[in-house]
């Protein structure tokens, strides 16, 4: 079946800087979304991407849908403590196996102790 | 506020007792579905509802059981609970099954120990 493969599983930021990671599928997506989960609590929806090529903001968060349709990246500008959490990628699995979302592995992000 | 509502939020079961998590969403979404989530395994579906009426299996349905109980109420039965099923369980709605590209809103989960 699809899967979604995050990168980094996980990470350190240190308060201000720019982070990022990506989301890779062997297949295309049509669309691709992006969510946080913070410790303790269910994931939220970020950004939502329609457009290959698209570039989206929420905040300090920015999200690309790749040229390619298999990859899309978020980026984390000036981190502050509460980007803490578990940042998933998602996106349609394929109509053949019904209309559902298939999720990344996520990447965990830490502070910097 | 308007979402969706998992209980209990917290849970410890002895191997081989029964129990059922419930989830009722108040956003008049048609599809909603259940998750399990362990370390290192992301987000894994059990089962789904598409629509009132109708679950299907998702990928790892075995243990469990569910029941949709209306519009609103989509509930996950362990029969028979084993230490594997030691997790935090999310319930999900959608608008509809053809709408799955504006996303999912999740509860805020149960975490279940089984001992």
């Known amino acids: 079946g699809q899967q979604l493969n995050q990168s980094p599983q996980s990470m350190f930021i240190q308060e201000g800087e720019d982070v990022s990671m990506n989301c890779t599928s062997s297949s295309i997506f049509n669309t691709w979304l992006w969510y946080k989960q913070d410790p303790g609590e269910g994931p939220v929806l970020l950004i939502a991407l329609y457009k290959a090529g698209e570039l989206t903001s929420n905040g300090r968060l920015t999200a690309q849908f790749g040229i390619t349709r298999k990859d899309s990246f978020l980026n984390i500008s000036a981190s502050i403590p509460s980007d803490v959490g578990i940042y998933f990628c998602?996106?349609?699995?394929?109509?053949?196996?019904?209309?559902?979302?298939?999720f990344g592995g996520g990447t965990r992000v830490l502070v910097k102790p | 506020n308007a979402g969706v509502t998992q209980t209990p939020k917290f849970q410890v079961l002895k191997t081989g007792q029964s129990m059922t998590l419930q989830c009722a969403q108040d956003m008049n979404h048609n599809s909603m579905y259940w998750y399990r989530q362990d370390p290192g395994m992301g987000l894994r579906l059990i089962y789904y509802s598409a629509s009132e009426g109708t679950t299907d299996k998702g990928e790892v349905p075995n243990g469990y059981n569910v029941s949709r109980l209306n519009k609103r109420e989509f509930s996950l039965r362990l029969e028979s609970a084993a230490p594997s099923q030691t997790s935090v369980y999310f319930c999900?709605?959608?608008?509809?099954?053809?709408?799955?590209?504006?996303?999912?809103?999740f509860g805020s989960g149960t975490r279940l120990t089984v001992v």
């Open positions: 998602a996106g349609p699995a394929i109509k053949a196996a019904g209309n559902k979302l298939t």
């Open positions: 999900a709605s959608s608008p509809s099954r053809d709408r799955v590209d504006y996303g999912y809103t």
